[in-house]
């Protein structure tokens, strides 16, 4: 899968062990591409962990979005292994095949009432187009009771997929 050998590291973390120990609960197994990044950075792999685990527990954000919002980014951008992986977990979550395929396509086809579409477009569009996306933008969702930290969040997790999508690419086989 991957053209290094994912190795066991004795010296991990205490905190990163358990926060493994979680992810071996919900996907039965350690996803691949956390494995890698654990053998090349035990440190950005404990800091990644502690950024999806809070997002998993957003408090105003429904966790599938950020899986979503996944899905359309390495739709647009050509990540084979995310498409693969977050279509799987959305399957798992009760999404049909037909509601994921629509969103690889159009971040508007999110399968959430208005409020929470309107925050999945216009964070794709301050990541995909910066320069259009201004007050206006900001002022439509604040008038539909978001906040700054929760646009923030959106943006910045369409933007790590940039990142985590080349990284995991560039070590696929």
């Known amino acids: 899968m991957f053209i290094i050998e994912s190795q066991h590291h004795d010296n991990l973390s205490n ?5 493994l120990e979680q992810m071996k609960k919900t996907f039965v197994d350690i996803p691949p ?3 890698l990044l654990v053998a090349l950075n035990p440190t950005e792999a404990e800091n990644t962990l502690k950024y999806l685990f809070r997002l998993m527990q957003h ?3 429904p966790t599938d979005l ?11 951008e050509g990540y084979k292994y995310c498409i693969h992986f977050n279509s799987k ?9 037909e509601s994921i395929e629509k969103v690889r396509r159009e971040i508007s086809s999110v399968p ?7 925050l999945a477009e216009k964070g794709i569009k301050a990541v995909y187009s910066p320069s259009d996306f201004n007050l206006d933008d ?10 700054d930290e929760e646009i923030f969040e959106v943006i910045n997790h369409a933007a790590f997929l940039f990142k985590n999508g080349k990284i995991i690419s560039a070590y696929l086989k």
């Open 15 to 19: 905190r990163l062990k358990v926060m």
């Open 33 to 35: 591409h956390f494995k």
């Open 59 to 61: 408090s105003t954000i």
């Open 66 to 76: 950020f899986a979503f919002i996944r899905l359309y980014v390495a739709s647009q």
């Open 89 to 97: 977990l959305l399957q798992t979550r009760g999404y049909s095949d």
């Open 112 to 118: 959430f009432d208005n409020r929470i579409k309107r």
């Open 138 to 147: 900001l002022k439509d969702l604040y008038y539909l009771n978001w906040n």
